[in-house]
């Protein structure tokens, strides 16, 4: 009942005027760079991170998680509108919901994602309320030597189990920890990767990164190939549903937000695979599966609410660990840590006024976001017409004011075009963005960690394997990197067998056989099972 | 040269999903690019290596560590994953390029824009500090715009200077951090 009591004094913290009025500023820019296509979340996190830095550390928080959660709302009002979905997570969603915007539901599909929105973000807090303090409880008995062995899982879970290929997901890992390394070294003091550059002593600032590959990066790769004929949107009325969808809807809603919490808060989850799980979870379980294909409200209403419960759960693991799963939550570290805190299992015994009040604040921005969405979804719409080209010269105005803004110095802003040049580049061959930003993030704690423990252990590399959580760690980094070994012995085994094993899995993956594994698991289910 | 997207999928009912996992790229058959990242990924490798080899040796009690095995081992990974990377790319490996609500894949990409949107960033940095912000932000909004294919070239200069003025008063007065002022200096 500690949580409970917690919680109620995190509610009197938030209810402030002027942390009400953060969070109501929060999640309406949240909604609106959600809505508006080539802003994301990450990407306007990492733009206001300098201009932060004059706020309390627990009203940048509040302002960062309305913007979380709004871009959730934004982004499937885009995906059912528009059908090209801009973040992966709205990728399921666009399938049904743009569908029944095509037949007329428009406001029926709106409206159920709104409100299985709502009601998944509101179990998910509430989850996390219960859970996150558990996993706190637990992690602060770890040592350096778990800490290592479970950011190197978030690590390759970032490269391998995300995104289609591991190849190119290890490539944008190992960049951005590149990137980390540059600077001075925090032990010995002494100069890595700086090549003589005196401006590159104290390392690349997180901001100057983040705002390069989302901002910079973004706005060059759309650049490059912006729609001539902008995309039609389907007008749409005031969101409302019927008695018959409310009936279809709030089973999908319920297992949706199961499916979303428990992926969104594992070190390699995201939400990608709970919102496909969802939607073949609810076209088998349908009463009408052929209404499938031509907008089934089950399509939206289960990975909609997949969706936010992951975003809750990625919560967990970034306030009880300091880990990010998404990238969003990396920005939302690298922010602590620029105000002199430090993520981890402490930060809920040092700044639990921090932690509470940034929770209680979830509710409400939640609550805030249903009413921000239902009525007034045919304002949000017409963000959709901004012209193009003000709205991608406006995000490199504001990079630019961003990145200058952290040090006052030009070098900064030839740092930021190289780093978007290489944004531009991760979008071009289809490098995972999420890796790196992990990287350049994480990369510095995990070196700190692991010599830590090895400093415990006088130098001997056995000080890195410590006890048995760090033991479960590596067997599932070994079992990550060893699987598509293990498939293609089999693959090998059933060749020279003559089993006919080459089902449908062998020809998926887009990687060739190093990149398989990922690609099998994402593409395969939908692409072969679909097909009404 | 239109969107393609709603139009196949209103004809066959599974495209929409391949569309939304596989993502055709630009270039289904070998690109060939790809051997410039991989080339990209060796040269970072090299100067990890190259530049640890050059990092004093030093190691205390507190550190046995040190500060080089870090970056020698990132800069071995990243040599291997480029080789990897090319192997897969031999294979007829393609990654498939980013999506997004105003990106049309169809398309070659537009190097013209590329360019003048890199002309005007450099330029603003510059300009920022002779000119100041309020100058260099205008010009860099309405030039951004302009390579974006805006053509209302004075709207575009009125937007940029709005905004260039409300927010280097907005970091001024509300956050107490100024933005170069340059030539304005007294002015502002």
């Known amino acids: 009942m500690d949580n409970l009591q917690n919680l109620l004094d995190g509610f009197g913290h938030v209810l402030t005027p002027m942390n009400l009025l953060i969070a109501l500023l929060g999640v309406t820019i949240g909604t609106a760079v959600g809505v508006l296509p080539g802003i994301g979340p990450a990407m306007t996190v990492a733009l206001l991170l300098p201009v932060t830095y004059g706020l309390e550390p627990t009203q940048a928080l509040i302002l960062f998680a309305g913007i979380f959660y709004g871009g959730m709302y934004g982004g499937s009002t885009t995906s059912i509108l528009l059908n090209t979905p801009g973040e992966s997570a709205s990728v399921v969603t666009a399938i049904e919901g743009n569908k029944m915007a095509k037949a007329g539901r428009a406001a029926q599909a709106l409206a159920t994602s709104a409100i299985g929105s709502f009601i998944a973000g509101t179990i998910g807090t509430l989850l996390l309320v219960l859970v996150m303090p558990q996993v706190v409880s637990f992690a602060v008995s770890l040592g350096a030597p778990e800490y290592f ?140 599966p052929e209404e499938f294909g031509h907008g089934a409200i089950e399509g939206v209403a289960g990975p909609e609410a997949a969706n936010n419960a992951s975003a809750a759960g990625t919560l967990v693991p970034m306030l009880a660990l300091g880990l990010p799963t998404n990238a969003t939550a990396a920005i939302m570290l690298a922010a602590l840590q620029g105000y002199g805190l430090e993520p981890g299992p402490l930060l809920m015994e040092k700044q639990p006024v921090l932690v509470w009040t940034l929770i209680a604040s979830l509710f409400i921005g939640n609550t805030m976001l249903l009413v921000l969405n239902l009525p007034l979804a045919p304002a949000w719409a017409k963000l959709l017409q901004i012209p193009r080209p003000y709205l991608y010269a406006g995000i490199l105005f504001f990079a630019s004011m961003g990145a200058y803004a952290v040090n006052a110095q030009p070098f900064d802003l030839f740092l930021l075009l190289a780093l978007g040049l290489l944004g531009f580049g991760l979008r071009r061959f289809g490098l995972p963005v999420l890796p790196l930003i992990i990287g350049v993030i994480l990369g510095p704690l995990a070196e700190l960690q692991g010599r830590r423990s090895l400093q415990l252990s006088g130098g001997e590399l056995g000080g890195l394997v410590g006890g048995p959580v760090a033991w479960v760690c590596y067997a599932i980094i070994a079992v990550v990197l060893l699987w598509p070994l293990g498939r293609l012995a089999q693959r090998a085994w059933s060749a020279r067998s003559g089993g006919p094993d080459d089902g449908p899995d062998a020809g998926g993956g887009a990687g060739g056989g190093v990149g398989g594994a990922g690609a099998d698991r994402s593409a395969s289910p939908t692409s072969t099972e679909v097909t009404p | 040269m239109s969107d393609r997207t709603p139009d196949t999928h209103d004809t066959v009912g599974d495209t929409v999903v391949d569309s939304a996992t596989d993502r055709v790229p630009e270039k289904a058959s070998g690109d060939r690019a790809q051997y410039g990242l991989c080339a990209g990924l060796a040269l970072l490798g090299t ?86 912000w309020v100058i260099s932000g205008t010009v860099l909004f309405a030039g951004s715009a302009y390579a974006l294919g805006n053509r209302h070239h004075v709207r575009g200069l009125v937007f940029g200077l709005a905004l260039a003025l409300a927010t280097f008063y907005a970091f001024a007065i509300g956050l107490g951090v100024n933005l170069p002022a340059g030539i304005l200096q007294g002015i502002l």
């Open chain 1, 149 to 288: 062995a479970i950011m190197l899982v978030a690590f390759v879970g970032a490269s391998a189990v995300l995104g289609s290929s591991r190849i190119r997901g290890f490539a944008a890992l190992l960049i951005g920890l590149a990137i980390g390394v540059i600077g001075i070294d925090r032990v010995t003091g002494q100069q890595r990767m700086t090549y003589g550059v005196a401006q590159l002593a104290d390392g690349i600032d997180v901001v100057v990164v983040a705002v390069g590959i989302f901002a910079v990066g973004e706005a060059l790769w759309v650049a490059a190939h912006l729609r001539r004929k902008a995309a039609e949107v389907i007008p749409v009325g005031r969101p409302w549903m019927g008695r018959e969808d409310w009936k279809r809807s709030w089973k999908p809603w319920l297992r949706g937000t199961a499916y979303g919490f428990p992926f969104g808060a594992l070190p390699a989850g995201g939400a990608e695979i709970p919102t496909f799980l969802s939607y073949m979870t609810e076209r088998k379980l349908a009463k009408r």
């Open chain 2, 47 to 132: 100067l990890l290596l190259l530049d640890a080899t050059r990092i004093g040796h030093a190691t205390s009690s507190n550190d046995p560590v040190g500060p080089r095995p870090v970056p020698v081992i990132l800069g071995v990974l990243l040599l291997l994953t480029a080789v990897l990377y090319a192997v897969d790319v031999a294979r007829g490996g393609v990654g498939a390029a980013e999506e997004g609500e105003d990106v049309d894949l169809t398309a070659p990409s537009d190097w013209k824009t590329l360019a003048l949107l890199a002309l005007f960033f450099l330029l603003n940095a510059v300009l920022i500090e002779p000119l100041g």
